[in-house]
């Protein structure tokens, strides 16, 4: 359907506070690594790579979506896992332990990646090729209100010492509510067509694994730049540690304004020529942020990096769903397992440049991604030949 009726606008809520919901897990590790740092008696980034929990948990989640999305009724998957997802994101307040917290955010980031693809899978059935992409971009608006939201929080938890799982208590409470609103909701049925259901429609073209692998670089890159930022200003330079957390902050704002814009331009367009200029920016805006060492300076370039972003995780995405020729479940869930990769080896390989080559190392392997990224989607669009009605 074009525009889904007046009784499928909460499932749409619910889907768009799904990315809410992880946005706000991703978006201030590299704010409370610090004083989670001090809890556990590690260096900063030790804990860093401990949060890889979370993310293979998102990853692992993501690959249990490849196969559940399919068989199992969308509401009734989406109102279990967010629901374990709220007791396990309470639970974080509760334990003394550090493997008690990893256990609890293992659990998140699973459940939260078969979220994501639930979401995805939901939106992709309620709105037409012309329509999906605008709408899977007002996702990544929701993302991006997440990030400004939840980093700004953490700043104010940590600056006032508060626990460090503060603000994913927060998230605890927008679990809560995907799961009241899933409740009452009517989720979108299967396809009839028995290929639209199974994923099972024909080998993928090339171009839809070239946007999987350029999926995986663009979140790599995205976590090595935002989670080492504040650290490169606040360790190396000596920025006030408020000052350095708020540069994320202005990354998510910049974003989102742009993501309104964007809901609106890819119809004027195209998904194609959008998704190649958003790659082109994406990389040039993410040089003069390890160039400068001014945290004031930095804060309007990180603004300036989101706008220039364009919301490339769901265009990429939602190009990839027009290479395929059904947008099944099986589609959206393994472009979204690419992107889930991307965050899942996060910690781990940015910990270990971290600690090889230092924080500087780090920003700079971030712009590396987005040339590979860049490179990718030129092939991906080299390949792409629109649909014949």
Known sequence: MDRPSATAIPVTIACFLTYFAMSGMLAPIGLISKPLSQVLGQSVPEVTQQFSWLTFGILVGAGLALVIVNVMELKRLIVAIYALSTAALVSLALHSQALGFWLALFVVGTCFGIGLAAAATSIARLYTDARRASMLVITDSCFSIAGFVTAGLAV?????????????????????????????????????????????????????????????????????????????????????AAEAGAVVGQFWTGMFLTQLFVAWFVFKTGVSRLVMVGAVTTLVGSVPLWLVDDAGVSAWLAFGWGVANLGMLKMTLSFGTQLARVPSGAVVSALLFGSTSGTAVSPFVTGEIAQLGGYLAVLQFSSLCYAVLLALIVLARSSYRPAVA
């Open 156 to 240: 104010r938890f940590v600056a006032a010492e508060m626990h460090w799982a503060s603000a994913y208590l927060v998230i605890a409470g927008v679990c809560g509510l995907i799961v009241l609103i899933s409740l009452s909701s009517r989720f979108p049925e299967a396809p009839s067509d028995h290929a639209s259901q199974t994923g099972v429609s024909g080998a993928w073209p090339a171009g839809v694994w070239l946007c999987i692998a350029a999926l995986f670089v663009y979140t790599l890159g995205q976590n090595a730049m935002l989670w080492w930022l504040p650290n490169y200003l606040s360790e190396v330079h000596g920025a006030p």
